[in-house]
């Protein structure tokens, strides 16, 4: 079996798309891979993949180390087409990655991958190190949303209103309801053909971006009360705590998008979130607006995203990263 090693993108070679759907076509059992604490281009665009090989006869199944967040619970098959990576034996024919930029972001899952004879790297962000085997990768495409479909297109495989639901969902949410410049033409091209078939806009939006719990709500105006303007105005911050996450009675989960709000500040390039894991240690959301690329910079901390979205985890506290990440910004903002 091959063995994977975290490889250059010099070293691994890139395919095309009918070669990328044709490896995937031959393979009879594929284990798909969601990146820890997934989001909805991660969730949506492996079920969508997982529902449309197993409709076409063949085992398909995704393994993670972070459950599925509520606000995405409303697709088919989030339940079952999951298994957790302890479960997993036997001899697959592929491991696929779908919107992971280095193998680190699968987590303590990455022992599965011996079970695999090949692998196969799918992903759209410009960080992505092509530590597969085989890397199919469109630096373009708004979402891995877009690949997916591309890849079930190429294979002639039918899209029912459940996958394109699920395909949708992927595009949405990395687009941020097609706010994010990463939007392009072709982006619209297939969200119309998903919703011809019956992707429910509606039911994404209102899923997605209107669907706050309390505890969220609670967390939210505590983290508000940390927001920070550097002088020029150009970068605001906000951090979360575990005893803001206790006292809200919030999870991780609910920190998600919470990086937005510093972002949106009249006048700010760049709005950072900074989390203490619960592992130890700071994660860190950086969100700009056109000037910078914070993906760049999330790279200089081991981390990765694209050029608008990215992030990295430090292992110091929060004060020593705020002033690490703050440091690197100056000198693009």
Known sequence: MTRVTRTSRVSSPRIALPEAARMIAEADRILFFLHVSPDGDSIGSTLAMIRALRQAGKQAI??????????????????????????????????CFLDCGDLGRVGDALPVVKYAKRTLNVDHHATNTAYGEFNYLDFSAAAVGELAYKLLREMGLPIDQETA???YTSIVADTGSFKYDSTAPGTHRIAAELIEIGAQPYEVASAIFE???????????RALGTLHVDPAGKIAWMH????MLDEAGATDEDVEGLVNYARSVTGV???????EAPEGGTRVGLRSRRQVDVGTVAKQFGGGGHARAAGCGLDCDLDEAKRLLLAALKGVC
Do not use: H, K
Request: proline residues 5%; charged residues 20%; negative net charge.
């Open 240 to 243: 979360v705590t575990r005893q």
């Open 211 to 221: 669907n706050d719990s309390v505890s969220r709500l609670a967390l939210l105006s």
């Open 269 to 275: 390039e760049v709005g950072l979130l900074f989390r």
């Open 62 to 95: 995704a393994v993670g180390v972070d459950p599925v967040p509520r606000i995405y619970q409303f697709l088919a098959g989030w339940d079952t087409l999951f298994v957790p990576w302890q479960q997993v034996e036997g001899e697959w024919d592929l491991a």
């Open 165 to 167: 639901m699920c395909l």
